[in-house]
């Protein structure tokens, strides 16, 4: 089956880092992603990773994939109030035709 | 550079009605997705065009139709509306080769309601 699981809510304090997770179930995906969506905003790509790469770093943002347990992180080092959104994970999956598989949104809230 | 716009912001419809949802590409790109977002859900992927033909879709059923034209823009038409329609419906552009796409542009959505 397809699906993307995340936690619903994640709070944190500002300055400490942020880990927000993701599983998938299918294991023919080509890229994954994390996206930002801020209310009343569109949905911003935040980052992506090959899924034949375990990590990538970008500036404040790292992202880690195991893919044997199919497990998907984001991490945000230095959080701000800014940060504060809903975090999306998603996939890209290559069977016979091309699919992108969101999760449900992990809300972000940033305390000062 | 525009981004991708997409019309109308808001519609209501009736249940049994068509609706129709457009949406232009940003500048460059040649592909189209397109997904529906009810409230305190991610997005569902309905499906993508490249080159106006589609490549890609997801599990909605036939009433959930699209084109696109030549300049890449793009329609989403739904037939006979149910009241589990009602979400944002939001477009994403990107240039792609075919495949999956790695950055795709989101619009700001059309709210639908199907009252």
């Known amino acids: 089956g397809e699906d993307v699981e995340q936690s619903l809510f994640l709070s944190v304090r500002e300055g400490d880092s942020s880990v927000i997770n993701c599983t998938y179930t299918?294991?023919?995906?080509?890229?994954l992603y994390w996206y930002k969506q801020e209310p009343g905003a569109g949905l911003q790509l935040l980052t992506y990773?090959?899924?034949?790469?375990d990590m990538k770093q970008d500036q404040r943002l790292t992202v880690l994939l195991n893919k044997k347990d199919k497990h998907l992180s984001l991490r945000i080092a230095d959080t701000q109030t800014g940060d504060s959104a809903i975090y999306f994970c998603?996939?890209?999956?290559?069977?016979?035709?091309?699919?992108?598989?969101f999760g449900t949104g992990t809300r972000l809230k940033v305390l000062a | 550079e525009t981004g991708v716009t997409q019309s109308p912001t808001h519609l209501i419809k009736t249940r049994g009605q068509q609706v129709t949802l457009r949406c232009s590409s940003q500048?460059?790109?040649?592909?189209v997705s397109w997904y529906q977002q009810a409230l305190g859900q991610g997005p569902q992927f309905i499906f993508q065009?490249?080159?106006?033909?589609?490549?890609g879709r997801g599990n909605f059923p036939p009433r959930f139709s699209g084109l696109q034209f030549p300049n890449y823009s793009s329609e989403l038409n739904v037939n006979a509306l149910e009241l589990d329609d009602s979400a944002l419906y939001l477009c994403?552009?990107?240039?792609?080769?075919?495949?999956?796409?790695?950055?795709?542009?989101f619009g700001p959505g059309t709210r639908l309601t199907v009252t």
């Open positions: 994403a552009s990107s240039h792609s080769s075919g495949g999956p796409s790695i950055e795709q542009y």
């Open positions: 299918d294991s023919s995906s080509t890229y």
């Open positions: 990773i090959f899924s034949n790469m």
């Open positions: 998603a996939e890209s999956v290559t069977s016979g035709t091309y699919k992108y598989i």
């Open positions: 500048s460059g790109h040649n592909t």
């Open positions: 065009y490249y080159r106006e033909e589609e490549n």
